[in-house]
């Protein structure tokens, strides 16, 4: 039986309610993973499992938040990304269908200055950290969500972003090239080596329009899981309606 996962970052789940349940609705995902919820724990919609899903949320005051929402019952293994010492809602990790699933919200790195931007590479190490405890536990694992980063110039349209984006910038490149390195395969890759499937469009200068858009929420998948992939889509339906995110959702199938 196949397991079909998604990822998709909402800004705002409050604000992208109706979005979220007319989408689950729609293509019935085993599990819809969200990020950038906007909400405390204790505010988010009930309405998710009114509709039949169990949710699991981790939610903060005002910005980030991190949600799972499940067809079936899931054991929560972590809230919080393991060696990842910052207070912020941007990691929560379960486990069904023989799978552990880490759903992620990587920091941006273009605020706060240097701080800020060694805040992004202590993610990503403690990330890689983790990989490598579930690689040696030989565990079937994915981690997924907005990585905040374009791996490769073909992973940005022209002239999105400056050179020195912190979603472009070599450490940000090189934390994500670690996991590779460390067996992970990206699973859009794996099925198109090449093209410009973008995952985010800024609401300005149409750059939904004109196809101007960056390629930063992925899934990542342990070697038997990449042998399970069937099928990547990132759905741009989404984005095209009224008051959409600026993120569209990546849905991922395996056998």
């Not at 939610?59 to 499940?70: D, E, I, P, R, W």
């Amino acid at each position: 039986m196949s397991f079909t996962f998604a990822s998709w970052n909402v800004n705002s789940i409050r604000q992208r309610e109706k979005h979220v349940l007319d989408w689950l609705d729609r293509v019935k995902p085993d599990l819809l993973c969200l990020q950038e919820l906007k909400c405390e724990t204790h505010l988010f919609p009930a309405s998710f499992a009114e509709a039949g899903y169990h949710p699991v949320v981790v939610g903060q005051k005002g910005y980030n938040g991190v949600a799972m929402l499940a067809r079936t019952p899931v054991e929560v293994v972590h809230e919080r990304l393991p060696g990842f010492a910052h207070e912020a809602a941007r990691y929560v990790e379960i486990r069904m269908a023989g799978m552990t699933i880490g759903n992620l919200y990587l920091p941006n790195g273009n605020s706060g200055g240097p701080e800020g931007y060694a805040i992004k590479l202590d993610f990503f190490a403690a990330l890689a950290e983790r990989a490598k405890t579930l690689r040696d536990e030989e565990a079937d694992f994915v981690f997924t969500g907005d990585f905040n980063v374009c791996p490769t110039d073909e992973d940005f349209a022209p002239g999105a972003l400056s050179p020195g984006d912190a979603l472009l910038r070599p450490e940000s490149r090189a934390g994500w090239r670690r996991l590779l390195w460390l067996g992970l395969t990206d699973a859009l890759r794996a099925l198109r080596p090449s093209g410009r499937d973008y995952t985010f469009f800024d609401y300005q200068n149409a750059a939904f329009q004109r196809n101007a858009g960056l390629r930063i929420d992925h899934a990542l998948l342990s070697p038997r899981l990449a042998e399970r992939l069937i099928s990547v889509t990132p759905d741009r339906d989404e984005r095209a309606k009224d008051q959409p995110s600026d993120h569209i959702p990546l849905i991922v199938t395996l056998a």
